[in-house]
């Protein structure tokens, strides 16, 4: 699966890609990662990108000709790109979302700077709009590297154990249940005994009691959702 981000600032996401399980997911071309920046496609000749607000208000915004002429470059080298735009005021993304993209071809993540970009970039392009939560980031760039992250580790073979995936937090409606490792004893605190005493029926059972119990406390807004849908 291909990502190409569109940014003014590939460095800021290339040492992500660097290392772990992302890396090897690129080393093994389960994963490839791109770079279009509009700066490069700028007929200004200032290399500018970005100009004060039409109508007034703080800042500056990205101006569409640079990104225009980037995105039909990104286009034109691609069979199939999905466009997505990172945004504040964008859905917000979720492991389904994660899942879905993860059976794309090509997806394009378009990071905005300053104040973001003129509204007919997205128009004319956006296949989708994300946002990675209420708050406002400097730049889109982390967004997409939460996008590019998420969606990578969804793509078949890129984990090195698919079971990796199943129970995890978000994979249904419950979040997952506590886990814990060796030792036994740590801190004069245990490894619920349960865990240890080999039957996986009763282990299996209690976890579920517990994942259940978590996710009451922690997300009662998904909790609901369980008590609806009768899964309980
Ligand atoms: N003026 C914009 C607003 O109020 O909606 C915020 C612009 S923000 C400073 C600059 C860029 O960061 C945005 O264009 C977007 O690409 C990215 N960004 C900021 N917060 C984000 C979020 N929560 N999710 C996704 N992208 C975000």
Redesign the pocket.
């Known amino acids: 699966m291909r990502f190409t981000f569109v940014t003014l600032f590939a460095g800021i996401v290339k040492g992500y890609f660097s290392d772990s399980i992302l890396a090897r997911a690129i080393e093994s071309d389960k994963l490839s990662i791109d770079f279009a920046n509009p700066r490069d496609f700028t007929t200004d000749k200032h290399q500018k990108v970005d100009a004060p607000m039409a109508g007034g208000g703080a ?1 500056m ?2 101006t569409p000709q640079p990104l225009f002429d980037t995105l039909e470059h990104v286009r034109q080298g691609s069979t199939d790109p999905h466009i997505i ?6 859905k917000k ?1 979720t492991q389904h979302d994660a899942k879905r993209l993860a059976r794309m071809e090509h997806v394009v993540l ?8 003129d509204e007919r970039v997205i128009e004319h392009y956006a296949d989708e709009l ?15 590297m ?1 996008i590019c992250d998420a969606v990578g580790r969804n793509i078949e073979g890129v984990l090195g154990n698919n079971d990796s995936l199943e129970g995890e937090s978000y994979e249904g409606l419950l979040l997952e249940p506590p886990a814990f490792t060796k030792p036994v004893t740590y801190n004069e605190s245990n490894v619920i005994s349960e865990y240890l005493k080999g039957n996986h029926g009763k282990i299996t059972a209690l976890k579920r009691e517990l994942a259940l119990c978590k996710t009451k406390y922690f997300r009662p807004d998904l909790y609901r959702k369980i008590d609806i849908k009768g899964i309980k």
């Not at 378009?110 to 970009?117: F, S």
């Open positions: 800042g915004l990205m735009f990172l945004t504040p005021v964008g993304f378009v990071c905005g700077r300053y104040e973001g970009m994300f946002s990675i939560g209420d708050y406002i980031l400097t730049g889109g760039e982390l967004a997409a939460v």
